[in-house]
């Protein structure tokens, strides 16, 4: 069966420091790779997707990127937090890019600035 | 801006009670429709899907109603239990992207 993996759970960084959020997923080839924030009491915001490795689309505007290296593994960075950035991050995988596949989900990164 | 919404942000229900969520959304050219459920502290947790070229589907204790005519979907859970409690969430998709409303919080009385 397939899993997605998130580390860290909680992360507390100071204003002005890096950023590097990790999502793997295992157990499917080829998925389809996203990012979102979710503020607290709201839907998720799509920040990034991802339809194969080195591919990249953004959704919105911010100072996050994102970067596929392999197949499998997602990471979400910023070079310099801003406070705005603090939310819960997610990741989601889907099968077969174009159809009707739901997205499953990791159990998210808790981000707070400092 | 989100393209989907929920009629109620709160939902209470005596346990063994039946749940209706209710979800608007606007977009007529989306063809498939997802419930997921998010407990506190998780991911949101994929509960059931709907095509557009169906007007209803049953899970396990769980049916989605689809209206293509009003653009609404709605969640039906039977006989909720204290592990019904969470932040239901309906999503659209078009093609890959997902647009979410903003949930409806669903708390189950003993």
């Known amino acids: 069966s397939q899993t997605i993996h998130q580390w860290p759970a909680t992360l507390v960084q100071p204003v002005g420091s890096p950023l590097s959020l990790e999502c793997t997923v295992e157990?499917?080839?080829?998925?389809?790779l996203y990012w979102y924030r979710q503020a607290a009491g709201r839907g998720l915001q799509l920040l990034f997707y991802s339809v194969g490795i080195g591919q990249i689309s953004s959704e919105v505007p911010q100072n996050l990127s994102a970067s596929r290296p392999q197949d499998r593994q997602f990471i979400l960075s910023s070079k310099k937090l801003l406070l705005s950035d603090s939310g819960f991050y997610l990741c989601a995988w889907s099968a077969l890019h174009g159809t009707n596949q739901p997205q499953h989900f990791g159990d998210g990164t808790r981000l707070s600035i400092l | 801006g989100e393209s989907v919404g929920l009629h109620l942000p709160t939902l209470s229900v005596q346990e063994g009670d039946n749940s209706i969520i209710n979800c608007a959304y606007s977009n007529s050219a989306s063809d498939y429709f997802i419930w997921y459920k998010q407990e506190s502290g998780k991911g949101p947790q994929f509960i059931i899907d709907i095509r557009s070229n169906m007007d209803k589907r049953q899970g396990q204790r769980v049916t989605v109603l689809l209206n293509k005519t009003v653009k609404h979907l709605s969640l039906q859970i039977a006989a909720t239990q204290p592990g019904d409690s969470a932040v239901y969430f309906c999503a659209e998709n078009n093609d890959y992207k997902l647009s979410f409303g903003a949930g409806t919080t669903v708390t189950v009385r003993a």
């Open positions: 157990g499917t080839s080829n998925p389809n």
